[in-house]
């Protein structure tokens, strides 16, 4: 686990600590239960924190000795064999696949939609921008079809704790808003 040498930071009051071994989730539930610190932000290996004005020095130690800390547990982790093995993607794997685009989305915004269930939307048009936040990259754009990849990479995703926006969840089933009437499946515009 390392903090980022500023050179590599836009902005001196951001302090981003990244982890080769563990998911910016785990490092960000660290800081939150084990330190009472807030990240800003937590990506695929890394968390945001922002320094204020307002920071004490009480708190700066507390970020100090939280690093130190999460450091010393995540080798020891990685030592004991705990670190993931699994061979599931990480989030950037997931993420890199473009589906295809069946219609604009403002089209598919101007339709009706319904929400369908995902293991049965493969071939649906989806309604409306479908994305992990942070960082707020779109997984699926409205008007493009939702394919065999794009439904392993979403139940992927939700299986690594992502915060996927645009889905619903409904008695532990995951539903994806598409297009109610889809066009022709011939029509591609990309």
């Known amino acids: 686990m390392r903090i980022l040498p500023r050179e590599m930071i836009a902005d001196p009051c951001k302090i981003v600590v990244f982890s080769s071994s563990q998911t910016g989730r785990w490092i960000a539930d660290q800081l939150r239960h084990d330190y009472h ?3 800003e932000m937590e990506g695929e290996h890394h968390v945001v924190l922002i320094l204020t004005g307002y920071d004490t ?3 700066i130690q507390r970020l100090v000795n939280a690093v130190r800390g999460i450091n010393e547990t995540a080798v020891w982790e990685k030592q004991k064999g705990e670190e993931r093995r699994d061979g599931s ?3 950037t ?3 890199k696949h473009l589906p295809k ?3 604009l989305p403002s089209e598919a915004w101007d339709r009706k939609r319904e929400w369908k269930e995902l293991n049965e939307s493969k071939g649906s048009i989806c309604a409306e921008m479908l994305h992990v936040y942070p960082p707020g990259i779109p997984l699926l754009v409205a008007g493009e079809e939702i394919d065999a990849e794009t439904i392993l ?3 992927q ?3 690594a704790g992502a915060n996927l926006q645009g889905i619903m ?3 532990g089933r995951v539903y994806v808003p598409v297009v109610k009437n889809k066009p022709l499946p011939n029509l591609c515009l990309s």
Request: hydrophobic residues 40%; without cysteine; proline residues 4%.
């Open 37 to 39: 610190l807030e990240p």
């Open 57 to 59: 020095s009480e708190g």
């Open 89 to 91: 993607r990480g989030f």
């Open 93 to 95: 794997e997931m993420t």
């Open 101 to 103: 685009r069946r219609i």
């Open 153 to 155: 990479a979403i139940k």
């Open 157 to 159: 995703l939700l299986q």
């Open 169 to 171: 969840w409904q008695e």
